[in-house]
């Protein structure tokens, strides 16, 4: 297993905390660019019944 240290440069002022948690959720994964380029849709932030799920998800209701 890999261990990722996260040192942003410093900053000073109030700024410096927000900056460094974004550049922490970057060094994750968390956010930045998308991880995955295999092409497939993405139904993150979608409603079921709008995506390819919707016959499924009903059959769930049932």
Not at 49 to 56: P, R
Request: with cysteine.
């Amino acid at each position: 297993m890999t261990t990722t240290v996260i040192t942003p440069a410093p900053k000073a002022g109030r700024r410096q905390k927000p900056e460094m948690v974004d550049y922490a959720k970057v060094a994750l994964g968390e956010c930045g660019a998308p991880s995955r380029e295999d092409g497939a849709l993405d139904f993150n932030r979608h409603m079921e019944k709008n995506t390819l799920y919707a016959e499924w998800f009903a059959k769930l209701r049932r």
